[in-house]
C-alpha cells in the first residue's frame, strides 16, 4: 500500500512539473511575441499634427510623411533661408541649421554664415515669395518655385523669378534637410 501511494504520488508530482513547464513556455512565447509586436506597431505608428496655424491634416511615420506635413515644412525651411534682413539674417540661419542633415550639416554652415557676413556688412535684405512647390515623395525633393526680391538699403536691386531644389529626409520621423540649392533658370 504504501509503494502504491509513493508512486501515485510522483506520478503526479511529474505531472505537476510538466504542467508547470507549459505554463512557463506559454508565459515565454507570450513575451517574444508581445516584445516583437511592440517593435511593429513602434515603427508603424504615425503622429497626427494638428497646430493652430495649419488647417490640413499631418501625419509623420517612422520614414515617410504625409505632403502636407512636406509642404509645411519646405514653406518654413525656404521663409528661414531666403526671407531675412541684415538684422535677423545670422539668427535665422543658425535656426536653419538646426534642420539640417548632419551629413549636409557642415557645407551648409560655411555657406551660411559666410553669406550672413556679408549680408551685415552690405545691409540687404531679401524677400522669397513662392509660387509653387512641387513634392516628389519617391527621390525625397521638393522643387520651389517663387519670385526673389533682393534689397541694399531699402532700394530693390533685382526681382528675378527662381526656382530651388530641396532635397530632404525623415528619419525617425524627423524632418531633415541634405541640401537646398538653386536650380538653373530655363
Known amino acids: 500500500m504504501l509503494t502504491a501511494e509513493y508512486l501515485n504520488k510522483n506520478a503526479n508530482l511529474k505531472r505537476d512539473n510538466v504542467l508547470l513547464k507549459f505554463c512557463v513556455l506559454c508565459i515565454g512565447c507570450t513575451a517574444l511575441f508581445n516584445t516583437f509586436f511592440l517593435l511593429y506597431t513602434r ?5 497626427i499634427l494638428t497646430p493652430s496655424t495649419i488647417t490640413d ?19 518654413e525651411v525656404i521663409n528661414l533661408a531666403l526671407t531675412y534682413t541684415s538684422t535677423n539674417a545670422r539668427a535665422q540661419f543658425r535656426q536653419l541649421l538646426t534642420i539640417y ?7 551648409a554652415k560655411g555657406e551660411y554664415f559666410s553669406l550672413a557676413d556679408i549680408i551685415e556688412k552690405g545691409q540687404s535684405s531679401s524677400v522669397f515669395y513662392i509660387q509653387d512647390i512641387v513634392i516628389n515623395p519617391k527621390t ?6 517663387g519670385l526673389r526680391r533682393q534689397y541694399i538699403k531699402d532700394e530693390k536691386i533685382e526681382d ?12 525617425n ?8 540649392t538653386p536650380m538653373e533658370n530655363k
Open 101 to 107: 542633415a548632419s551629413e549636409g550639416f557642415q557645407k
Open 43 to 47: 515603427n508603424s505608428q504615425r503622429i
Open 160 to 171: 528675378v523669378q527662381q526656382a530651388y531644389a530641396l532635397v530632404y529626409v525623415i528619419q
Open 140 to 145: 525625397q525633393m521638393v522643387t520651389i518655385h
Open 173 to 180: 520621423g524627423l524632418f531633415s534637410i541634405k541640401a537646398l
Open 57 to 75: 491634416r499631418m501625419e509623420v511615420g517612422a520614414h515617410d510623411a504625409s505632403t502636407g506635413y512636406i509642404n509645411a515644412m519646405t514653406r
